[in-house]
């Protein structure tokens, strides 16, 4: 079955710290793979996305990320995080139009 | 400008009730989606139309009907509402059915149910 998983649910960090949060992904064939972030009572927004070509990937904000066919993963990566990217970031994949999402990181930035 | 809204943005009801969900989009897009939140964050696929064509239906009770009026709207109904749909709906729309498309969310309604 398709599935997405995120293996950090909870993440602190200070402010300047390096980010990684981890998505690995199970579909047979092509899939599209996306992060998504979700700031304290606002809805979903695109962080970026991969289709094909160039594994790494870079988004709004100073996001990035890298898939890894072999890994099954996408994981997504941020230098030096602030204290506004406090908020909840999910990764979903898709190859039918159906995204499925992961459990989601709740990312913690302390000033 | 809103590209995507939902009305109510808090709905709080008692258990049995029927309760409707409103989703309007401004993209000119052509599909739209219904997911729902549950309280651990989790967001599961509910629904999806597709020029006002049902396209998507995930194993969900059928007390949940949603209806396309038009390409614009996707609204939800609830029947007898239970503990268990506590949770928040968000609408989505995007341009055509490709996996690769990004979806646009709504912000979310908060339903409670008592």
């Known amino acids: 079955a398709q599935s997405v998983s995120q293996h950090n649910h909870h993440v602190i960090l200070s402010e300047a710290a390096s980010l990684e949060l981890g998505c690995n992904y199970s579909?047979?064939?092509?899939?599209?793979l996306f992060w998504y972030v979700q700031y304290p009572g606002q809805h979903l927004q695109l962080l970026l996305k991969y289709f094909s070509g160039d594994p790494l990937v870079k988004g709004i904000k100073g996001f990035e990320a890298e898939f890894i066919k072999s890994k099954f993963s996408f994981n997504l990566r941020k230098p030096s995080v602030q204290w506004s990217d406090t908020a909840e970031y999910f990764c979903?994949?898709?190859?039918?139009?159906?995204?499925?999402f992961g459990q989601g990181t709740t990312l913690q930035v302390k000033p | 400008d809103t590209a995507v809204s939902q009305t109510p943005k808090y709905l709080v009801t008692q258990m049995g009730n029927d309760k409707s969900i409103k989703c309007e989009q401004n993209?000119?897009?052509?599909?739209m989606y219904w997911y729902k939140q549950d309280s651990k964050k989790f967001l599961k696929i509910m629904f999806s139309?597709?020029?006002?064509?049902?396209?998507i239906n995930e194993t969900v009770p059928n007390r949940f009907s949603p209806k396309s009026p038009d390409k614009a709207h996707l609204n939800l109904h609830i029947n007898s509402l239970e503990l268990g749909d506590s949770a928040v709906y968000f609408c989505?729309?995007?341009?055509?059915?490709?996996?690769?498309?990004?979806?646009?969310f709504g912000p979310g309604t908060r339903l409670t149910v008592l």
């Open positions: 139309y597709n020029n006002k064509e049902l396209i």
């Open positions: 579909y047979g064939g092509t899939v599209n």
């Open positions: 993209l000119g897009h052509d599909t």
């Open positions: 989505a729309s995007s341009q055509g059915t490709s996996s690769g498309n990004e979806q646009f």
């Open positions: 979903a994949g898709s190859n039918t139009g159906k995204l499925i």
